[in-house]
């Protein structure tokens, strides 16, 4: 097997090229985020040889042993355990019980967060503004066009609450990032469910007003034209084909260019105020408080039941 070319808990030589890269990560690390997170952060465009260098040098700088960018807070949402619940005891059970009122139950609709990737979803899910918390807000990502499974299992889920289903959807600003919610909305009718979403982030007229610059790239992506149409990007439809390499498959291929925006182009402190607002202005307030006043009288009841069992 072939030696590793960094060592946990070495102590390693950086290029000033490398220390001015951990500067700038340190400096945009305020809470826990994924490498992609960090990526679209720090750079405008982007490019594969700044995310491999980016990479190399986050792996570097957190197996250092002097930990160079604190290994707690670059995340990996792309590996998760099982792990099993388990008390070391009844009574450690029953003092642990933490129960919480399922406001939904009160709600006169039901709402969930959906997101394109799993990488924008747990970044939300790890916020210190604890936004899903806040409404116990579900969520989902869809990682690119939702499976059939996944799908199956939302409309069994969405199917049993017997009431409105609201998604809030956040997703890239290309043909593709663009088609998903529309496909998700056909899929849902298709098994019987009328189901409204809306479209908040990323969207064209958010790209002003998050200082986001428009990128572009060329593509064969089937869905372009009509994307290139809705936006007024015509024109690259007018131009002829150019020649590109797929940065996937690494083949030459000829497309045509259009928006190809990432939604972890926002900012993160942006993007948890537009969630923020989303989830605040569909939630029925008065609704909210009925849920948060019986919540105050269960836990009364909690309380003793904890009381009478420790005092056995």
């Not at 670059?74 to 406001?103: A, E, M």
């Not at 990502?141 to 199956?152: P, Q, R, T």
């Not at 002829?240 to 926002?266: A, M, S, V």
């Amino acid at each position: 097997m072939n030696e590793p070319r960094y060592k946990w808990n070495d102590e390693f030589k950086f290029s000033a090229e490398e220390m001015d890269m951990i500067e700038k990560i340190n400096k945009f690390l305020t809470r826990p985020l994924s490498p992609r997170w960090i990526y679209y952060g720090l750079f405008d465009t982007p490019d594969a040889k700044q995310q491999r260098f980016l990479i190399q040098v986050l792996n570097k700088a957190r197996k250092d042993r002097r930990e160079l960018i604190k290994r707690d807070l670059v995340t990996d949402d792309t590996r998760k355990p099982i792990k099993w619940q388990c008390n070391d005891s009844l009574n450690d059970f029953i003092q642990g019980l933490n129960y919480t009122r399922n406001i939904w139950v009160d709600q006169p609709i039901y709402i969930e967060v959906w997101m394109e990737d799993e990488a924008s979803l747990q970044a939300i899910r790890r916020s210190p503004k604890e936004i899903l918390q806040e409404y116990m807000t579900n969520a989902r990502y869809c990682k690119g066009f939702n499976s059939i499974g996944a799908m199956w299992q939302s409309y069994k889920e969405f199917k049993k609450l017997n009431k409105p289903i609201l998604i809030l959807y956040y997703g890239d600003l290309n043909p593709s990032g663009w088609a998903i919610p529309v496909v998700i909305v056909r899929q849902f009718q298709e098994m019987g469910l009328d189901i409204e979403l809306k479209r908040r982030a990323l969207n064209p007229n958010q790209l002003a007003d998050l200082d986001i610059p428009e990128y572009t790239k060329f593509s064969a992506d089937p869905r372009r034209k009509e994307f290139n149409q809705i936006f007024g990007y015509e024109h690259f439809e007018e131009a002829g084909e150019t020649q590109f390499r797929d940065e996937r498959t690494g083949k030459t291929k000829n497309g045509k260019e259009h928006l190809n925006i990432d939604l972890e182009k926002i900012p993160i402190e942006d993007f948890e105020e537009i969630l923020i607002q989303d989830i605040a202005d569909h939630i029925d307030m008065d609704a909210n408080e009925i849920s948060n006043d019986l919540e105050r009288d269960e836990h009364m009841e909690l309380r003793r039941i904890k009381n009478k069992y420790r005092d056995r």
